[in-house]
């Protein structure tokens, strides 16, 4: 019987998810969740049949927030995190070659810093991969320009503790954005411009120092939340759906809004009062409103919702989600209690493939 093994995308931040089952013991693991994921997470875990031990990060990431916390309080599960990342409150803090045990599977702790201080990459007992984080990418590496980042320490890490692998040993990444999944060690050492071929440390250095990226979009949110693991300062993380007041798969963003995910709204488009915030060009764009659907711009939202049922199901959606989750965090605040943000918007429908039809006209 074969190890149990998914790799999930969430495509807001090209963010991979790992999610690895023992298929004897059935207790499994996941590497890098994001928070606006978890209940898909949960889904697969429960529909293989596994019960989650740990929840693991590769490091404190900047470009979206960790899902650990959420995980341990909705599974009862152990976070993992390397403990020169700076991160508070989890459960088990690893170093370099220590081991991360699940029924009778074992990953080994590589530390791999360089992006940051607390990177570290997961080899399984076989090395047949390696789960490297932002350490290295297909084609590419982790940035070294914030964040604790070091050009020179992540040259040597890679070397010393990646492409010291053998070279049939598949890389699974934390991320990419050109549509690739997995690489090898053999592939990076001679195809990665960055650090393959005869590319010396001080070349590497050179480049690294003149990519000229742009600055992170969440690092500001994401790195403070990611060092309490994803709970962004909260007491008490939200609690598991059996406990919440809505009978339905809602969670909160670090924000705080009430997201659902696009593909209950479009198993339920005639159950639910379906509201498009957008503009009024936007409704009448391309990127056309949802069946059924009633067009309310934000400024006119809180008049148009005086005459609305405040105990149905209203769902709230934009372009991508920004809006919407703040319309629904105001009209929680008017009084409705199944309100709610689609989560990722309308790019997220059509990303997922979900049709996308004539709307009412408003």
Known sequence: MSIIFRQLQDLESSTFTYLIGDPWSREGIVI??????????????????????????????????TATGRLRARTGCEVVISRASGAEDADVYVEDGDAVRFG??????????????????????????????????????????????????????????????????????????????VTSVGEEKVYNPRLGGSRTEDEFVEIMANLGLAYPRKIDMAVPANRHLGLTGETEPPAP?????TPWPVHRTPTGAPNIPAVWVADHLDE????????????????????????????????????????ATTILYCRSGGRSDAAALELEKHGFKHVASMTGGLLKWSALGLPVRAGVQG
């Not at 019960?51 to 990060?57: E, P």
């Not at 759906?241 to 007041?245: G, K, S, V």
């Not at 764009?285 to 005459?307: I, K, N, Q, T």
């Open 32 to 65: 890098d969740p994001v928070a606006e994921q978890i209940e898909r997470d949960l889904a697969f875990i429960d529909e293989l049949g596994l019960r989650l031990v740990y929840a693991l990060d590769t490091h404190v990431h900047a470009d979206h927030v």
């Open 104 to 181: 009778l599977q074992a990953l080994e702790v590589r530390a791999t810093p360089g992006h940051t201080n607390g990177c570290v990459t997961y080899v399984p007992a076989d090395r047949g991969c390696a789960f490297v984080g932002d350490a290295l990418m297909v084609r590419g590496c982790g940035r070294t320009d914030f964040q604790e980042g070091d050009a020179r320490t992540l040259y040597r890490s890679i070397r010393d503790k990646v492409f010291s692998l053998p070279d049939d040993t598949l890389i699974y990444p934390a991320h990419d954005y050109k549509g690739r999944t």
């Open 241 to 245: 759906p059996e406990t919440q007041a």
């Open 272 to 311: 639910v009062h379906l509201v498009d915030v957008r503009s009024p060009e936007e409704f009448r764009g391309a990127l056309g409103p949802l069946h059924g659907s009633e067009h309310v711009p934000m400024e006119r939202l809180l008049a148009e919702a005086g005459g609305w049922d405040r105990s």
